[in-house]
């Protein structure tokens, strides 16, 4: 069983910066893959960035690359997500999820998923 928790949310302005967090609770943290998705009001929720387990290899959405960086730490159990030049369309619920074996940008290849983090940008 793996529970996983974000933090870092919360309210900026159009063009600023924030950094989400999400621990891992387990042991064998390195051993999956993760991945962070977001969900808008009234949308379905969205792949955002994606990570191996080694952290060599990332992929991310068209609407955030070269914006947004998908780090992990495993000595740490966490994975990261640097967001930066934020717009308002970022607004969602961010979520963080692991899965066993190879990244996937499909949200039904998880299978453990936190509780998400409000990020609001306002313009």
């Known amino acids: 069983q793996v529970q996983l928790v974000e933090s870092g949310g919360g309210l900026v302005q159009a063009g600023g910066s924030l950094r989400l967090s999400c621990a891992a609770s387990?042991?064998?943290?390195?051993?999956?893959?993760m991945g962070w998705f977001r969900q808008a009001p009234g949308k379905d929720r969205e792949f955002v960035a994606t990570?191996?387990?080694?952290?060599?290899?990332?992929y991310y959405a068209d609407s955030v690359r070269g914006r947004f960086t998908i780090s992990r730490d495993n000595a740490k159990n966490t994975v990261y997500l640097q967001m930066n030049s934020l717009k308002s369309e970022d607004t969602a619920v961010y979520y963080c999820?692991?899965?066993?074996?190879?990244?996937?940008?499909?949200?039904?290849?998880?299978?453990?998923w936190g509780q998400g983090t409000q990020v609001t940008v306002s313009s």
């Open positions: 999820a692991a899965k066993s074996g190879s990244t996937s940008s499909a949200e039904i290849r998880y299978n453990y």
């Open positions: 387990v042991s064998t943290f390195s051993r999956y893959a």
């Open positions: 990570i191996t387990w080694s952290g060599i290899s990332t």
